[in-house]
């Protein structure tokens, strides 16, 4: 595999052989392909048919929990197309498109690392750092029992794994992201504060059905100058993969998608 000059067409290994341009944006989660964003619109893996399934060579940059970052070339394969056999990814899993990358020392990166692949690297896809949070933080474990509380869930015993604050939409005021479960890790849970000048808005990221989080990235995906949220989440059946982007106190799905978990026997 070759990396191809960035703003270039990407080459597609796909059945029509179409070009996709550069503009045309994929997205992974754990080398897991999410969805993209193409002429303006988010499209989750679901609706992207066909060719866009199959393709390779593109720059892609790949971003590690800790902040990391790390360019390489990136292959997206369909698990039933018969190029995957060779691809390291184990019997487990998920039964969806993945990802393959090549690194610059020609070590790769393939499922299960917890990893976001954004194959579009000319733009800064991180403008500002998130913070990173003690998660021994009473105030915010009483504030999400009490937004549970308010959707009737169980809000009793919340703990906090993440809490993370950053300036999603480059207004000079920070959001706060925080996860956690309540009920004894019955209730998982993802959420989103603003502060907007009247009032705070919070908002649900991962509903309890969803399952655990498992990963939390925040990236500009469509160089508009906004970060947006990924969210991954596992249950006992399904991995879910969800996009949220953040504006004036509104936080927007605009993509999310499931897997069917399969387990060796």
């Not at 988010?42 to 199959?54: D, M, N």
């Not at 991180?126 to 003690?134: I, Q, V």
């Amino acid at each position: 595999m070759r990396s191809l000059k960035k703003g270039l067409v990407v080459a597609l290994l796909g059945l029509a052989g179409l070009p996709v341009f550069a503009d045309n944006h994929h997205i992974a989660l754990n080398n897991i392909l999410i969805g993209g964003y193409f002429d303006g619109k988010w499209l989750p893996t679901a609706s992207l048919q066909g060719p866009t399934w199959h393709w390779g060579g593109a720059d892609a940059l790949v971003i590690y929990p800790d902040g990391r970052r790390v360019e390489g070339v990136a292959c997206a394969i369909d698990r039933d197309h018969p190029d995957e056999e060779g691809m390291n990814h184990p019997d487990d899993g998920p039964d969806a498109p993945v990802f393959s990358i090549q690194l610059p020392d020609y070590s790769s990166v393939s499922y299960p690392s917890h990893t976001l692949v954004v194959t579009w690297a000319e733009k800064e896809v991180m403008p500002r750092k998130a913070e990173k949070l003690p998660v021994d933080n009473a105030q915010y474990e009483a504030l999400a029992a009490d937004f549970l509380a308010g959707r009737g869930l169980p809000h009793n015993r919340v703990k906090l794994t993440q809490l993370r604050r950053v300036d999603l939409d480059g207004n000079g005021t920070d959001e706060v992201i925080m996860t956690g479960h309540a009920a004894g890790g019955k209730v998982p849970f993802a959420m989103l504060r603003q502060i907007q000048q009247k009032y705070v808005a919070t908002s649900m990221l991962a509903e309890p059905s969803d399952g655990r989080v498992t990963d939390l990235f925040t990236a500009d995906l469509n160089g508009d100058g906004r970060m947006e949220i990924v969210v991954g989440t596992q249950s006992k059946t399904q991995i879910h993969q969800m996009v949220y982007t953040v504006d004036q106190g509104n936080a927007d799905r605009v993509i999310r998608s499931s897997w069917p978990l399969h387990k060796k026997h």
